[in-house]
C-alpha cells in the first residue's frame, strides 16, 4: 500500500503543477490527469480492501451453505454437478464484506467502488448479491446510488433455486431434457426473477 500511495502523491503533485500553469485544454494535461486518476484508484483501493473486515464476514461460508441447501432440496432429482456455487469471487466478497460491516446502513456506490480500483461494473457485482439470497436495497439516483444489506441471513432457498438453474441452463453434460427439468424444478422451488434470454 505504500507504494501506491506514493505513486498517488507523485502523480497528483504532476498534475497540480501541469494545472497551475494550465489555460485551456492540452494533451499533456490531458496525460496527467489520467495518470493521477489511475494512481489514486490504485491507492484508494488498497486503503479501501486492507479496512475490509473479511474474517467476520466470509462470503466463502455463505457459498457453501447454498451448496448445501442445493443439497437437501434437489438430491435425488437433479445431477449432483449442479451443486456446486462457483464465482462471486472478486469484488463480491469485499462489497459483502463491507455492506455486513454496515448492516441496515445505506452505504453510497462510490464506497463500493474504490474496492474494485473505480471499476463501474462493482455496482452490478454488488447486486448480484441476491443470487446467493441477501436482501440487497438500492435507493438514490442513477448519480448516487445507495446500497444497504437489510440482514446477515439469506434466503437460502431462494439461493438454492437461483443457482441450481443458473447452473443447470450452462450444463453441457446434461441432455436438454435433464436442463429443461432441473430449470423447471428450481423455478417451481422459488419465485425466481425473469430469464434472460441467451443472444
Known amino acids: 500500500m505504500d507504494k501506491d500511495l506514493a505513486r498517488a502523491r507523485s502523480a497528483a ?8 500553469g494550465a489555460l485551456a485544454f492540452d494533451e499533456g ?8 486518476r489511475k494512481a489514486l484508484a490504485a491507492a484508494f483501493q488498497a486503503m479501501a480492501l486492507e479496512a475490509v473486515p473479511r474474517d467476520q464476514f466470509d462470503l466463502d461460508e455463505v457459498k457453501r451453505s447454498v451448496s448445501s441447501e442445493m443439497r437437501r432440496l ?10 456446486v456455487v462457483g464465482g462471486y469471487t472478486a469484488p463480491h466478497p469485499d462489497a459483502y464484506a ?5 448492516l441496515g446502513e445505506p452505504v453510497p456506490a462510490w464506497r463500493l467502488r474504490l ?16 443470487d446467493l439470497g441477501f436482501d440487497v436495497e438500492v435507493t438514490g439516483s442513477q448519480d448516487n446510488q445507495m446500497y444497504c444489506l437489510t440482514s446477515l441471513e439469506p434466503n437460502l432457498r ?17 441432455t436438454r431434457l435433464e436442463r429443461t427439468a432441473a430449470i423447471d424444478l428450481a423455478e417451481r422451488t422459488a419465485e425466481l426473477p425473469p430469464r434472460k434470454e441467451s443472444r
Open 13 to 20: 503533485s504532476r498534475l497540480e503543477v501541469a494545472l497551475s
Open 29 to 36: 494535461l490531458a496525460h496527467e490527469y489520467n495518470r493521477a
Open 74 to 83: 434437489f438430491e435425488g432429482r437433479v445431477d449432483s454437478s449442479l451443486f
Open 98 to 102: 463491507v455492506l455486513a460491516s454496515r
Open 115 to 130: 474496492l474494485s480500483g473505480d471499476k463501474i461494473h462493482t455496482e452490478r457485482r454488488t447486486r448480484e448479491l441476491r
Open 158 to 174: 431462494y439461493a438454492a433455486a437461483f443457482q441450481l438453474r443458473k447452473k443447470a441452463s450452462k450444463a453441457k453434460k446434461l
